[in-house]
């Protein structure tokens, strides 16, 4: 099954500074990576997904980048703002491990004003 | 998007009491529903998958008759904690994939605070 690794897991910056979460999966053959925002108490949501057929796709200050040769994707945010700080998921969806849907350990982001 | 719902939102109970969650896909069908556990600042555990119309299957370590599950129809999963103790206080969520299984939709939780 899809073996994923997200870095870091935790980051903290200063307000309107950028940051950038990593998540590498294992299987080649995916094709569907997305992004999803859990603020503390609440539901994670979908914020941002990308196919394999294209590198970059942005909305607004949110941007994923996807690199299939080293089988890694990103998730940019830009001019961060309080309202950011969250908790990060890559979840790349299964293909086989009777289609269950794991999670990591997720990337703790911490926007100071 | 496709919207989950899922009650109750919190609940407190006593130690030795049964306690039902419900979780239901609004404008779609899912025949198939993860249910999650998620303790303080930690992430997302996988407890069991419901499966409409068969048994539900359980993660490693998940004692399937504590965590009572039934999916009754195409819309509707059921989570109960039975005889629950202080330790199964946790946050307790639900999610159905799309229907292409690329991406899922949460309830919205349910926090659960046994006494």
């Known amino acids: 099954g899809e073996n994923v690794e997200q870095h870091p897991s935790t980051l903290s910056v200063q307000e309107g500074d950028s940051a950038v979460i990593k998540c590498t999966y294992s299987d080649s053959a995916s094709n569907y990576f997305p992004w999803y925002k859990q603020e503390l108490g609440k539901r994670p949501q979908l914020i941002i997904d990308?196919?394999?057929?294209?590198g970059e796709k942005k909305d607004q200050r949110i941007a994923v980048t996807l690199n299939k040769t080293a089988k890694h994707f990103s998730l940019h945010i830009t001019e961060t703002q309080p309202e950011d700080s969250a908790v990060y998921f890559c979840a790349p969806p299964p293909r086989y491990n009777f289609n269950k849907f794991y999670f990591g350990s997720g990337t703790k982001l911490n926007v100071k004003p | 998007g496709a919207v989950v719902s899922q009650h109750p939102s919190w609940v407190i109970c006593k130690s030795g009491t049964s306690v039902k969650i419900e979780c239901r896909s609004l404008?779609?069908?899912?025949?198939?529903m993860f249910w999650y556990r998620q303790f303080p600042k930690q992430s997302l555990m996988l407890m069991a998958t419901?499966?409409?119309?068969?048994?539900?299957?359980?993660e490693q370590g998940v004692e399937k008759d504590k965590f009572l599950i039934n999916h009754a129809s195409l819309t509707l999963s059921t989570l109960t904690v039975t005889s629950a103790h202080p330790e199964d206080s946790s946050f307790y969520i639900c999610?159905?994939?799309?229907?292409?299984?690329?991406?899922?939709?949460f309830g919205s939780g349910t926090q659960l605070s046994v006494l």
């Open positions: 990308i196919r394999s057929n294209v």
């Open positions: 419901s499966n409409e119309g068969s048994k539900a299957t359980y």
């Open positions: 999610s159905a994939p799309s229907p292409t299984n690329e991406k899922l939709f």
């Open positions: 404008d779609f069908q899912a025949t198939t």
